[in-house]
């Protein structure tokens, strides 16, 4: 596997979300063998298993989108201490039908950016206990608690602070290593 095509999904659909930031940031610090496809969350139906078959054209997508993907990057913002509804949404979505999801296999980075000064630990750590549900192989170190305050972006949108740029090139060369090793053969 030389080319990774790697699925990113941001848990906030925010128009200035920091983390569709951050997930822009780690697409430019990844390494040339590495492309990147913005998996879309914003347009799914309230999950409703009467919906599973067949799935609406979103949740097709959804499925599709998550199944040509080597390995997938959550960038979640936290919401009173766990994950957005629409995260949540678009997991079970693309779970379904039971045992057949799209999810299963997957190598998995969990990575959240906010103000807060946790840096989104505990939305983590929730969304670690549905990807392990899920099958999906999870980089557990290093641990990524993004903690953006004023000045970590540039204008241009790039990561202004060396220390911060390094940590995230850093964890993206390991998120890479996790996927050649984990990912499913093809």
């Known amino acids: 596997m030389t080319q990774l095509n790697i ?18 940031a780690l697409e430019r610090l990844a390494p040339p063998s590495v492309a990147f496809h913005r998996i879309r ?11 599973d078959n067949p799935p609406v054209a979103e949740v097709h997508r959804l499925r599709q989108e998550v199944r040509s ?7 979640t913002p936290e919401y009173n201490r766990s994950i957005p509804g629409v995260l949540k949404n678009a997991i079970d979505h693309a779970s379904r039908p039971h045992r057949e999801g799209a999810w299963v296999g ?33 980089l557990a170190q290093p641990d990524a608690f993004i903690h953006v305050d004023e000045g970590f972006f540039s ?31 093809r």
């Open 7 to 24: 699925g990113t999904v941001v848990g906030s659909i925010r128009k200035a979300s920091i983390n569709a930031r951050i997930a822009d």
């Open 41 to 51: 969350i914003d347009d799914l139906p309230l999950y409703n298993q009467d919906l």
């Open 69 to 75: 993907a080597d390995g997938i990057i959550f960038v």
């Open 106 to 138: 997957k190598p998995a980075g969990v990575i959240g950016a906010t103000p807060g000064a946790l840096g989104t630990a505990p939305a983590q750590q929730h969304l670690r206990n549905v990807l392990a549900c899920l099958g999906m192989p999870t």
């Open 155 to 185: 204008a241009e949108g790039l990561v202004a602070r060396g220390a911060d740029r390094d940590f995230l090139t850093r964890w993206m060369a390991h998120y890479v290593e996790w996927v050649r090793k984990h990912a499913p053969a």
